[in-house]
């Protein structure tokens, strides 16, 4: 062949090569446009009553809010003196920390971080709730927050931020027999890589399908390359650190939210060179750490509480604090596991009067615990078993779904997480329907205009308590912890037998019968013990000792109630005007709880 020849023949297979490509490319073009047009029709599989109605107008208030706060931080970092580079190795001196902690907090805040550009990790964590859910209406009734596909669901409580980057890297404990660390309910951010679990905890919400969305991690570093911050991100992780070759179909990808049919299951859609995939991985670790050094700082984890100012001489608790402290690390056992650097010994007429272990304590073991919450049939993610317009299914077992917690994690279960160390597996039978115990700080944080958690003559704030929502306010928590046994009954949640109210004198089965905590649930606590604990709950809210920055960004409308006119306007009734009848149950899904290793004893 002459020269020519070959040259034109491969000029005509690379044109050819070229033709398909551009085809394939234009196809997959088509398709996410399709795609998109598609979304603009809502998810509703719920039945009529299960989505709050003023849900849309509050999802909308949020995302003002958050772009307030969004807009703080820019107006911070614009204000800024640059950090200098000093010592070896290299270190960011005079204005790092803040450097870092400001990024953060911009990516926290950041909406573009979804496919619709309308879901930021705070969306679900606003400062004025501790970090918790911002929206009264969804704590009251489908517990957990739609995502950037609306209306896909979660299936928890959003879990408080404060405090979380404490949490040590998941371990097992081999003389304890038990798993202490990681965070998210279940501890599937064992902090494996990055060996930081809040770090990791924050690379969750972006891919995740019923949260901020993207269908891969890569998108992330993409939308930092527009984003007004880039420079500040560069600064502190290195010039070039974003410098990326993305194919052009990458902003068509990362429009769609993830599960969508047309990604068939891939995780990695953006065709990204080796090189490249390493860098825009890098960046998303990046992304983790930069969202926990705002986390651990004291714009949200600050030590400020009353409680603080106690354990520095500085407040006196009143005396209802004051017993229920008593009460917390005696009668009411709360101490075994929200440790407060004091022992659990405490008897009736004992007093405390040695000097604290701990002046930072963290009211938290770190460790897991099943403490038999039901089923709540209001949790929308039950409904979730057809496809939405983009052929994704959040929940194909419908009411067959258990939330088994640590136990599913340790299985790489449906819901959770690929668990990283096969040796965890073994014990899974043993954590099933565990969760994680939160920190109890700020646990009753409100805005300031709604001033208390609990339904009353005064204007509140209402949240959801524990992984599934299912208890409505603080008195709720308490008293479940102290009579759960006492009054169990074997029915599910809206069938109490006439004769008595739900959450005071019925407490239905537990969702998961296995490994309860039996350290609780007949306390033997009096109905004032139940309000003092509360109250000292109460002093563990930050902001005491300095102002808690953003807390004054809530621009919604607080509960009220007449508790001469309503019968669940207080404490103990709160939300109960919200419940429903718990369908007739199916069996565990066998994907769920018959998953290896076996439960022990099964789980029906």
Not at 217 to 230: I, K, S
Not at 364 to 380: D, K
Request: glycine share 10%; charged share 15%.
């Amino acid at each position: 062949m002459k020269p020519t020849t070959w040259i034109s023949t491969v000029t005509i297979c690379a044109a050819g090569i070229a033709a398909v490509l551009l085809s394939s490319y234009m196809s997959a073009v088509q398709r996410n446009k399709d795609d998109k047009k598609r979304m603009t029709s809502p998810y509703n599989p719920y039945p009529p009553g299960i989505l709050p109605g003023d849900l849309n107008s509050e999802v909308e208030r949020v995302l003002r809010e958050v772009d307030l706060v969004e807009n703080r931080a820019l107006a911070r970092w614009q204000a800024l003196a640059l950090p200098i580079v000093r010592g070896q190795p290299p270190t960011l001196q005079n204005t790092g920390t803040e450097a870092i902690e400001t990024l953060g907090e911009l990516m926290n805040f950041d909406r573009n971080m979804s496919p619709n550009r309308n879901q930021a990790c705070m969306s679900c964590h606003m400062p004025y709730a501790g970090f918790g859910g911002p929206i009264p209406s969804v704590n009251l009734t489908i517990v957990a927050y739609p995502g950037t596909a609306h209306f896909r669901v979660g299936k928890r409580t959003p879990q408080r931020h404060a405090y979380a980057p404490f949490f040590p890297v998941l371990q097992y404990n081999q003389a304890q027999g038990l798993f202490f660390g990681g965070n998210f309910y279940d501890s599937r951010a064992t902090g494996v890589l990055l060996r930081n679990p809040d770090a990791e905890q924050a690379q969750g919400p972006p891919v995740d399908t019923q949260e901020m969305g993207f269908p891969d991690t890569a998108c992330v570093a993409f939308r930092l390359n527009t984003a007004a911050y880039r420079p500040l991100f560069e600064l502190v992780w290195g010039a070039g650190s974003l410098d990326i070759k993305f194919p052009r179909n990458t902003e068509a990808i990362c429009d769609i939210p993830g599960g969508a049919s047309t990604f068939r299951g891939n995780t990695t859609p953006i065709d990204l060179t080796p090189e490249d995939r390493t860098k825009a991985n890098a960046a998303y670790g990046h992304w983790g750490q930069s969202i926990d050094s705002y986390e651990q700082s004291v714009q949200v984890s600050p030590f400020s509480s009353k409680f603080d100012a106690f354990l520095a001489g500085k407040y006196k608790l009143t005396a209802d604090e004051m017993a229920g402290f008593e009460l917390f690390n005696g009668k009411g056992n709360c101490n075994s596991c929200h440790l407060d650097g004091r022992g659990t010994t405490l008897r009736p007429n004992q007093h405390d009067t040695g000097s604290a272990a701990t002046v930072n304590p963290l009211f938290t073991c770190f460790g897991s615990a099943n403490e038999g919450l039901p089923l709540n049939p209001r949790n929308a993610f039950y409904y979730e078993t057809t496809p939405d317009s983009l052929g994704f299914v959040g929940n194909p077992y419908g009411f067959g779904y258990r939330d088994l917690g640590l136990g599913t994690f340790l299985r790489s279960g449906f819901g959770s997480g690929p668990n990283p160390n096969s040796n965890w597996t073994q014990s899974a039978p043993s954590v099933d329907g565990q969760m994680q115990v939160s920190s109890a700080r700020d646990v009753a944080m409100t805005p300031p205009q709604c001033p208390t958690t609990e339904a009353g003559s005064r204007p509140y704030f209402q949240k959801g308590f524990f992984h599934n929502g299912y208890l409505k306010s603080l008195k709720q928590l308490v008293h479940f912890y102290n009579t759960r046994d006492k009054f169990a009954f074997p029915v599910t949640s809206g069938h109490c037998p006439a004769g008595t109210i739900e959450k005071v004198t019925c407490w239905p089965l537990p969702e998961v019968k296995n490994n309860i905590d039996m350290t609780t649930g007949n306390l033997g606590l009096a109905d004032k013990e139940e309000d003092q604990i509360v109250a000292f709950l109460e002093t563990l809210t930050d902001g005491f000792t300095r102002p808690y920055p953003n807390i004054d960004t809530f621009t919604g409308t607080c509960m009220t109630c007449n508790p001469v006119t309503d019968p669940n306007c207080s404490p103990s009734r709160q939300g109960n005007g919200s419940l429903i009848p718990t369908p007739p149950l199916p069996p565990c899904a066998s994907a769920i709880c018959g998953a290896p290793p076996a439960a022990s004893p099964p789980i029906p």
